[in-house]
């Protein structure tokens, strides 16, 4: 990520490598329920490409805020941004939880 985050800002600029990343590990978490086992490479490797795509979308809002915030206010304005992650953090494993629980109403399957 300490290569990759800073070619992607350089070349497509920073907005859109948060866009490219956000969209990539959405698709990449919306896919991980419907892989048929736990333990093969094929996840794994899912993992690995989701965590890439986290990388490059995890520093574009902190980037953007410090640069956008007025001077004497980027501290709150980071402060807020970084309780909605947090706040992000904790409640997406539990829908991701709760989507695999269900997921014989989106795929048809029954496990």
């Given at each position: 990520m300490l290569i990759l985050f800073p070619i992607m800002v350089k070349h497509r600029g920073l907005l859109q490598t948060g866009v490219f990343g956000s969209m990539a590990f959405g698709a990449f978490i919306f896919s991980m329920p419907f892989s048929q086992s736990t333990c093969n490479e094929a996840l794994m490797g899912l993992m690995a490409v989701?965590?890439?795509?986290m990388g490059l979308e995890l520093n574009v809002s902190t980037i953007f805020l410090a640069a956008n915030a007025p001077a004497k206010h980027v501290a709150s304005t980071l402060a807020v941004g970084q309780s909605f992650d947090a706040a992000a953090q904790i409640l997406g494993p539990f829908l991701t939880l709760l989507y695999h629980i269900n997921?014989?109403?989106f795929c048809g399957c029954c496990e």
């Open positions: 989701t965590g890439v795509a997921r014989h109403h």
